[in-house]
């Protein structure tokens, strides 16, 4: 497989993924600067669409961006051997789950999301495409996430909160209401600081 995108999260990607057993071809960078990231060279081109790769980026928009770009790769999914996932969870191709995780019980998880280290996602959520919860961060149970939304590091939501796309909930922030789309949240509890367009 290959890993698109040569970064720090890169780097724990390929460990995700030599831990589920997948050997790893190269990684994809556009910066000329980078030749090779832990052992594994970097290539500056794109190769050939009937390969299987996985984003190793964090940024949202610019994973849609690259999907938007080549709709014709195989994506693989990955899931580190120390989560803890219920037989009932779905989750969708291009996702990674790392390291520490737990995600209870009937929890659907769409494309191309992060489920980063330690987070812990309760029953009946939903993520819908390119979603990033970070480390730490907890849903409670009936949480749905909105396309696009980042989840900061050790952010708090409650149950039956629904985040819309494309918003931003600030490292160690505690959502207690719904957040309407565009929207970055920060704070304990949180309180919207900025709204944007969702043109992307």
């Avoid at 030749?35 to 009937?50: A, C, F, G, M």
């Avoid at 390291?99 to 769409?110: H, L, P, R, S, Y």
């Avoid at 309407?180 to 309180?191: A, L, M, R, S």
């Amino acid at each position: 497989m290959y890993l698109y995108g040569a970064s720090g999260h890169g780097k724990v990607v390929a460990e995700v993924a030599e831990e589920s057993g997948y050997n790893i071809e190269a990684y994809i960078d556009e910066n000329l600067s980078k030749e090779k990231v832990l052992s594994y060279p970097v290539l500056h081109d794109v190769p050939p669409h009937d390969i299987e790769v996985l984003i190793s980026i964090g940024n949202n928009r610019i994973r849609k961006r690259i999907v938007d770009q080549n709709e014709l790769f195989k994506y693989v999914t990955l899931v580190h051997p120390k989560a803890v996932i219920s037989k009932r969870v779905k989750i969708g191709e291009g996702t990674i789950v790392m390291a520490g995780v737990t995600i209870n019980t009937v929890v659907k998880i769409g494309k191309h999301c992060i489920v980063n280290t330690n987070a812990s996602i309760d029953h009946d959520c939903i993520l819908d495409d390119f979603v990033h919860i970070s480390p730490n961060a907890a849903l409670g149970g009936n949480v749905h996430v909105g396309e696009g939304s980042h989840v900061g590091i050790g952010a708090n939501v409650i149950q039956g909160i629904t985040i819309g796309k494309w918003c931003t909930i600030g490292a160690g922030a505690v959502i207690i209401s719904d957040v309407p789309d565009g929207c970055t949240v920060v704070g304990n509890p949180g309180k919207v600081i900025k709204s944007k367009s969702l043109k992307i």
